[in-house]
Each structure stands twice: as structure tokens, then as C-alpha cells.
């Protein structure tokens, strides 16, 4: 078969690599073209776009980098029509991928269509979820809650686990980890701002600006390999704050508490059992936008799946030194602070389930396309 799969940012381009493994195992004639990143690359096949050239962070960046945007849309949609797949697999990425799946439809009718991670519709646009019935042949779900959402809109998709948990089920711990990147034996404070430097801007310089009141730890930032070290090297300070890059498994592994930018890394933080203080800062009218039309209560994954607060949220004009010192300060000192939010944790990671959600999406992509 031949498969074209499109995944627009870093996370999306791991997860997508996973189901390219699987699928290889089930189909030994599978064929892969795709926009996506180095773990795709690494499965074989052809890489048509790097995700480096496509993942803008917030509306304003969208609109600063339109003309990217329309052009990448163009080169995807006459690369498709040239290479005539036999399914399309989308990853995340919502604003690209329903364009190339409303396309998709009008036009390569006989092309299925599948979709692995859900868009966050439950967010803020619910209504979302009739266009994507019309547009999506099968949805594959990684969040427990998202299978009774689109039940509302009588779409039955299939909650397939959630990748994250495979990946740490799978994670081998460096050996020495700290010998290894010139750490001190002092506890860690793990900062995680994130893996657009557009999001890193806005929260490096908050999350360093507390090393005062903890001078008994060591604060370790875990940097990304796909953007400049020298960048991350501004805010080292020798004994006091390093960077490691891409490791951030082993540095959740090693640390006591953490300080997460909101997204992927807040669930893993939470497998990891860390103690976390979770942050979002965006440009004043990206954020406005954003809270016009946010539909949730939450914005961690951990306290959406749990239903309630179990980590503290500390976004926009809450996201100070002073707040984020604070949260902190309870979480090194108070015990009974640290033991509540671990136990929380633990039924975040039931609600999950055991399933492996690589396996089963390439299985139920694999068992459909042979089935037609």
C-alpha cells in the first residue's frame, strides 16, 4: 500500500514514525511518502517537507508567515495528487490537516482518509467535530475523554491509548545520566519550556529569574537538538543552571520537582510521578484571542483527563516570578503537597489504559484498508 502521512511539528513527527514501524510490520509492501520530521525519515521513505519549515505557534505567527503556510498547502496538495496513496494518515496539526482533508474529499474520493490525534475541537470550536465526521474516514483518539465527545455528534472513533505512555513504557534510563552531562548531585528542578523557540522566549526568562530562593538545587533545562544551542547557552550559569538536549526522559527520571510549559510534556511530567507547577505565556493578542474562545476550564492534560486541578496552572499574567517561586516553594517543602499530587497521578494513569496506541492505529488502518 502506499501511505501518505503529513505531521507538522516535532511530537507529531515521533508519533507518526511509531505507526510507520507498525504499519511496516503488518504491510511488507508499504510504501511511504510524508511531511513530517528526522523519526519519519528513519522508517524509510520519502520526506517531501521538514516540519521546521512549518510549525508556527499562535495566530499572529500564522498570519507573519502566510505565504509559508499557502505554499506548503500547494506543494502538499499537488504531491498527493502526483503520488495517488492509497490511504492519507494526518497527525495533529489540525490547521493544515483539514485543509488537506477537505481537498482530499472533494476531489480523490477513493483516497481513505484517516486521522491519528485528535484536533483539540473540545477546546474552544465543539462544532468542529460535524465538519470532521464529514472529512475523516476513521478518528484515532489518544485522550480517554474525546471518544464520549464525539459521541455528541453520533461519530464513533477509537480511543487507541495514548503514545506517550508507550514511549516511557519503552524508555531505557542512561546509565550515569548526571556524570554524563557535567550535573551536580544536587536535586533537579526540571525545566521544560517547551520545543518552539516562539514559546521558549516567552518562558526561559521567568522560569531561570526564581534561582534565588533555591540555591540547594540545580535548575536543568531540557533543550531540543532541532534548534540552536546557542540560544539555550544564555541562560546557563555554571553549578547553578545547565542544558541537556533531548533527553528530557532521563532528566524527568532524575528530577524532583518541574517547571512544564503546557502541552505533551505536562502528561509525561505526571507518568514520570514529578511534582509539577505548569506554565503559558503567549503575545497579549494571541492570548486574547485564545481566551474569546476557550471552552475548557483547564489547559493541562493532567488535569483534563483527571477532570479536576491536580496541577497548578499558572498562565498569562499568572505566570510571574513571584507565583511561580511559590508553587514551588510547596512542592520542595511540604511533603503531603508532593504525596497528594503523586497519588493524583496514578489514577491519571488508569484512566489511560494499557492499550498501545501505535500498534492499535496501524492495526485498525491496516484491517480497514484490507477490508475494502
Given at each position: 500500500?502506499?501511505?501518505y502521512?503529513?505531521a507538522?511539528?516535532?511530537s507529531?513527527d515521533?508519533?507518526a514514525?511509531?505507526?510507520?514501524?507498525?504499519?511496516?510490520?503488518?504491510?511488507s509492501n508499504?510504501?511511504?511518502?510524508?511531511?513530517?520530521?528526522?523519526y519519519?525519515?528513519?522508517q524509510?521513505g520519502h520526506?517531501?517537507r521538514?516540519?521546521?519549515?512549518?510549525?508556527?505557534?499562535?495566530?499572529?505567527e500564522?498570519i507573519l508567515n502566510?505565504?509559508?503556510v499557502?505554499s506548503?498547502?500547494?506543494?502538499?496538495k499537488k504531491d498527493?495528487?502526483?503520488?495517488?496513496?492509497?490511504?492519507?494518515v494526518l497527525?495533529?496539526?489540525?490547521g493544515?490537516n483539514?485543509r488537506?482533508?477537505?481537498?482530499?474529499?472533494?476531489?480523490?474520493?477513493?483516497v481513505?482518509?484517516?486521522?491519528y490525534?485528535?484536533p483539540?475541537?473540545?477546546?474552544w470550536?465543539t462544532g468542529?467535530?460535524?465538519?470532521i465526521k464529514k472529512l475523516v474516514?476513521?478518528?484515532?483518539?489518544?485522550?480517554?475523554?474525546?471518544?464520549?465527545?464525539?459521541?455528541q455528534?453520533?461519530?464513533?472513533?477509537?480511543?487507541?491509548g495514548?503514545?506517550s505512555?508507550d514511549?516511557?513504557?519503552?524508555?531505557?534510563p542512561?546509565?550515569?545520566f548526571?556524570?554524563?552531562?557535567?550535573?551536580?548531585?544536587k536535586?533537579?528542578?526540571?525545566?521544560?519550556?517547551?520545543?518552539r523557540?516562539s514559546?521558549?522566549?516567552?518562558?526561559?526568562?521567568?522560569m531561570?529569574?526564581i534561582?534565588?530562593?533555591?540555591?540547594?538545587?540545580?535548575?536543568v533545562?531540557?533543550?531540543?537538538?532541532?534548534?540552536?544551542?546557542?540560544?539555550?547557552?544564555?541562560?546557563?550559569?555554571?553549578?547553578?543552571v545547565?542544558?541537556v538536549?533531548?533527553?528530557?526522559y532521563?532528566?524527568?527520571?532524575?528530577a524532583d520537582?518541574?517547571?512544564?510549559t503546557?502541552?505533551?510534556?505536562?502528561?509525561?511530567?505526571?507518568?514520570?510521578?514529578?511534582?509539577?507547577?505548569?506554565c503559558?505565556a503567549?503575545?497579549?493578542i494571541?492570548?486574547?484571542?485564545?481566551r474569546?474562545l476557550?471552552?475548557?476550564?483547564?489547559?493541562?492534560?493532567?488535569?483534563?483527563?483527571?477532570?479536576?486541578e491536580?496541577v497548578k496552572e499558572?498562565?498569562?499574567?499568572a505566570?510571574?516570578p513571584?507565583?511561580?517561586m511559590?508553587?514551588?516553594?510547596?512542592?520542595t517543602?511540604?511533603?503531603e503537597?508532593?504525596?497528594?499530587?503523586?497519588?493524583?497521578?496514578k489514577?491519571?494513569?488508569?484512566k489511560?489504559?494499557?492499550?498501545?496506541?501505535?500498534?492499535?492505529?496501524?492495526r485498525?488502518?491496516?484491517q480497514?484498508l484490507?477490508?475494502n
Open positions: 500500500m502506499k501511505y502521512i503529513i507538522g511539528e516535532r507529531g515521533l508519533h514514525s511509531n505507526v510507520m514501524r507498525e504499519l511496516k510490520k503488518l504491510d508499504a510504501n511511504f511518502r510524508f511531511f513530517g520530521g528526522d519519519m525519515q528513519a524509510g520526506l517531501v521538514h516540519y521546521k519549515e512549518m510549525a508556527f505557534m499562535g495566530f499572529l500564522v502566510i505565504d509559508k499557502f506548503n498547502l500547494n506543494l502538499c498527493i495528487a502526483a503520488y495517488q496513496p492509497d490511504a492519507v497527525v495533529d496539526y489540525s493544515f483539514l488537506i482533508a477537505k481537498l482530499l474529499k472533494a476531489k480523490y474520493t477513493a481513505k482518509i484517516y486521522y490525534i485528535s483539540k475541537i473540545w477546546a470550536n468542529r467535530a460535524n465538519t474516514d476513521k478518528m484515532f483518539c489518544i485522550l480517554p475523554f474525546e471518544k464520549e465527545f464525539y459521541k455528534f453520533d461519530f464513533d472513533v477509537d480511543y487507541v495514548n503514545p505512555l514511549e516511557i513504557r519503552e524508555f531505557d542512561t546509565h550515569r548526571r556524570e554524563h552531562n557535567g550535573l551536580t548531585l536535586p533537579i528542578i526540571a525545566v521544560l519550556p517547551g520545543s523557540k514559546e521558549i522566549e516567552y518562558m526561559l526568562h521567568f531561570v529569574s534561582l534565588p530562593a533555591f540555591r540547594e538545587y540545580q535548575f533545562i531540557a533543550a531540543v537538538g532541532n534548534l540552536d544551542p546557542a540560544y539555550y547557552k544564555n541562560f546557563e550559569r555554571e553549578g547553578i545547565s542544558v538536549y533531548d533527553q528530557t532521563d532528566l524527568l527520571s532524575n520537582v518541574a517547571v512544564v503546557s502541552g505533551t510534556a505536562t502528561l509525561e511530567t505526571a507518568l514520570f510521578e514529578v511534582p509539577q507547577v505548569v503559558y503567549t503575545s497579549l494571541t492570548y486574547m484571542i485564545i474569546s476557550i471552552k475548557i476550564k483547564y489547559i493541562s492534560l493532567v488535569n483534563l483527563i483527571a477532570g479536576r491536580v499558572l498562565i498569562q499574567d505566570f510571574s513571584t507565583n511561580l511559590n508553587e514551588l516553594l510547596k512542592l517543602q511540604n511533603e503537597v508532593r504525596s497528594n499530587m503523586k497519588a493524583e497521578y489514577a491519571v494513569k488508569l489511560l489504559g494499557t492499550e498501545k496506541a501505535s500498534v492499535n492505529t496501524a485498525l488502518i491496516w480497514d484490507a477490508s
